[in-house]
């Protein structure tokens, strides 16, 4: 079965630090991979995703992200964090062989930025 | 513009009562889905719909119910079956990208507080 873990559930990073964020996941066939962000109080909204080719993805806000297949790892990089960046961080992957169009959340990441 | 709306974003009800969340979409997607989402508990997933007039049953659907009527609309109600109704819902609709993967995007959610 498909799944996903974000393995930190809290990063704390000063303000102009660079981040990552952790993703595994676990899945048979060429993986559709997603980030997503949360303000508190929030719904979410895509950063980015991957889908096939270059597997470095750039997305909205200065993140990137970075497929690697011999890793099960779909990392998401900033090379400075702002403090507006204090979100929770959420990593994905399409459940595709299910042909149902759903989505396999981690338990999320929050970070927290020191000013 | 285009994008997703839910209402109310508060809402109180008594306990034993049903209640419904409405969500809304202008992005023309066939899919939509509704998650809840607890404290430390990432996204857990309701209901989704892939197209009018058909929906299915998601991880958690115990003490839910939806209808889909029309492609815009996919209304939530939370029934007094359901044992510990307070919680944040989101709703998503989808576009479909191929291999069987929607794209989600998000409304900004609805907090459920039941007394």
């Known amino acids: 079965a498909q799944s996903v873990t974000q393995p930190d559930i809290h990063i704390t990073v000063s303000e102009g630090a660079s981040l990552e964020l952790r993703c595994n996941y676990s899945?048979?066939?060429?993986?559709?991979l997603f980030w997503y962000v949360q303000s508190p109080g929030q719904g979410l909204q895509l950063l980015l995703k991957?889908?096939?080719?270059?597997?470095l993805v750039q997305g909205i806000k200065g993140f990137e992200a970075e497929f690697k297949r011999s890793q099960s790892s779909f990392n998401l990089r900033k090379p400075s964090v702002h403090w507006s960046d204090a979100a929770e961080y959420f990593c994905a992957v399409g459940a595709g062989s299910s042909n149902t169009g759903k989505l396999i959340f981690g338990q999320g990441t929050t970070l927290q930025v020191k000013p | 513009d285009g994008g997703i709306t839910q209402s109310p974003k508060y809402l109180f009800r008594k306990e034993g009562q049903n209640v419904t969340l409405s969500c809304e979409q202008n992005?023309?997607?066939?899919?939509m889905y509704w998650y809840r989402q607890d404290p430390g508990q990432g996204l857990r997933l309701i209901y989704y719909s892939q197209i009018v007039n058909d929906f299915q049953k998601g991880d958690i659907a115990e003490g839910y119910s939806v209808s889909r009527e029309k492609k815009e609309s996919f209304p939530l109600t939370v029934t007094s079956a359901q044992k510990n109704p307070t919680a944040f819902y989101l709703c998503?609709?989808?576009?479909?990208?191929?291999?069987?993967?929607?794209?989600?995007?998000f409304g900004p959610g609805t907090r459920l507080t039941v007394l």
């Open positions: 998503a609709s989808g576009k479909r990208e191929g291999h069987g993967t929607d794209t989600q995007y």
């Open positions: 899945y048979g066939a060429t993986p559709y």
């Open positions: 992005l023309n997607h066939d899919a």
């Open positions: 991957y889908f096939s080719g270059d597997t």
